[in-house]
Every structure is written in C-alpha cells, then in structure tokens.
C-alpha cells in the first residue's frame, strides 16, 4: 500500500513529480531558489541536520548549540524520527548510502 499523506493532492503529485525529475544539485538549488524563501529552505535544511545529529545520539544541548534550533524545533523533529511517517529514516539511509559510495 502506497503511503498518502493527509496533504497530498494534484498540487502536491505536481511537486513531488517535479523533484524526482530533476536530474542533478544545481538544478535542485534552482527549483528550491525560485519555489521557497531563504527562510523556509534554512528551516527544512535545519530539520535534516536535526534529524541527523539526533539519529546519532546527540545530545539537545549539543544540537541546539550545534544548529541554532530551538528545543520545540528538535522536540518536533525527535517525535517525528519516533511516530512519524519514516521520510527523516529513508532520507538520512540514502545520504549515508550516497556518502558511504563515495568513499
């Protein structure tokens, strides 16, 4: 069974759809330019980095030092690695798969 989350819709297929296309990191950046505000594209990349250090057992102290993220913002990302849809888990093996080939 295909995962659906409560927010997907024509708008949200077109956007996934769009990011699975795109074909290397500038293209990415590019989109990611156009589609989001510097804020917004900050707040996603501090929750992958969250996720990450939380993954390895990092301390919230060392975190929030670490990334400047707020306890609400790690609490949330922490929840989410425990009783959420398991998107941090697939994203964090890919990278570390990605990194482990480059080695």
């Known amino acids: 069974m295909a995962f659906a989350p409560k927010w997907k ?4 297929d077109l956007l ?12 990415v950046y590019r989109l990611l330019d156009d589609l ?5 594209i900050k707040a996603m990349a ?4 969250v996720a990450q250090l939380l993954a390895d057992n990092t301390t919230y102290n060392t975190i929030a030092i ?15 690695l425990n009783y959420g849809s398991g998107g941090y888990e697939i994203a964090l093996k890919s990278i ?8």
């Open 9 to 12: 819709d024509e708008n949200s």
């Open 16 to 27: 996934v759809k769009t990011i699975l296309s795109l074909k290397n990191p500038e293209e």
């Open 36 to 40: 989001c505000t510097v804020s917004e």
């Open 46 to 49: 501090q929750r992958l980095y």
């Open 66 to 80: 670490k990334t400047g993220a707020s306890t609400a913002t790690i609490s949330r990302v922490k929840r989410c």
């Open 96 to 103: 570390a798969g990605e990194n482990h080939d480059e080695k």
